[in-house]
T-cell receptor, first 115, second 114 residues
Framework: DAGVTQSPTHLIKTRGQQVTLRCSPK?????VSWYQQALGQGPQFIFQ???????QRGNFPDRFSGHQFPNYSSELNVNALLLGDSALYLC??????????????FGSGTRLTVV | AQSVTQPDIHITVSEGASLELRCNYS??????LFWYVQSPGQGLQLLLK??????LVQGIKGFEAEFKRSQSSFNLRKPSVHWSDAAEYFC????????????FGQGTTLQVKP
């Protein structure tokens, strides 16, 4: 039973570029949440997708956007990259919009470095 | 607003010694509380969670945590630390109104001395 799969594992981008990160949820899960974890910090909630719609959003600018596909997989897009966007981006899946406290499963993350 | 504070950024203990990691939360109602562990290059793994009932909860890998409402604390404990426990530990609270998000503390890095 595959857990949460994220790709790529690492990538390096230049300031001003755009990046797309991908997440496949755990089998049977239908809700995907994205978190940003800056170095030395705890993860911060970016947004959550359910039924292909953004349901919740944290305190992140519009440069951060996402998408969920019919197979429940998800993408996180960041435009106009800033140095401060360098972080580990974690994807978490769960079953049901508000059931994450029963069983969030995290992926290993994508390490984004902006130079 | 809800928040989580982990007062200790870095803790070093000897292998075999006991461990306590502190966590304080700010939350208006009965919180849902969690402890996660993150090993280098890995995602977050759930150690234990508290929803209601018995204030002492048992988790995986021999960890336990005690919810103390009067102190707004949810400290993580382990009686005897193993070298493999070296990792980063995060306390988290579930956002109010069942918002579907976790609010994390800054984390505590645990180093284990041989």
């Amino acid at each position: 039973d595959a857990g949460v799969t994220q790709s790529p594992t690492h990538l390096i981008k230049t300031r001003g570029q755009q990046v797309t990160l991908r997440c496949s949820p755990k089998s049977g899960h239908d809700t995907v949440s994205w978190y940003q974890q800056a170095l030395g910090q705890g993860p911060q909630f970016i947004f959550q997708y359910y039924e292909e719609e953004e349901r919740q959003r944290g305190n992140f600018p519009d440069r951060f956007s996402g998408h969920q596909f019919p197979n429940y997989s998800s993408e996180l897009n960041v435009n106009a990259l800033l140095l401060g966007d360098s972080a580990l981006y974690l994807c978490a899946s769960s079953l049901g919009l508000r059931q994450g406290f029963y069983g969030y499963t995290f992926g290993s993350g994508t390490r984004l470095t902006v130079v | 607003a809800q928040s989580v504070t982990q007062p200790d950024i870095h803790i070093t203990v000897s292998e075999g010694a006991s461990l306590e990691l502190r966590c304080n939360y700010s939350y208006g109602a009965t919180p849902y509380l969690f402890w996660y562990v993150q090993s280098p290059g890995q995602g977050l793994q759930l150690l234990l969670k508290y929803f209601s009932g018995d204030t002492l909860v048992q988790g995986i890998k021999g960890f336990e945590a005690e919810f103390k409402r009067s102190q707004s604390s949810f400290n993580l404990r382990k009686p005897s630390v193993h070298w493999s426990d070296a990792a980063e530990y995060f306390c988290a609270v579930w956002g109010s109104g069942n918002t579907g998000k976790l609010i994390f503390g800054q984390g505590t890095t645990l180093q284990v001395k041989p």
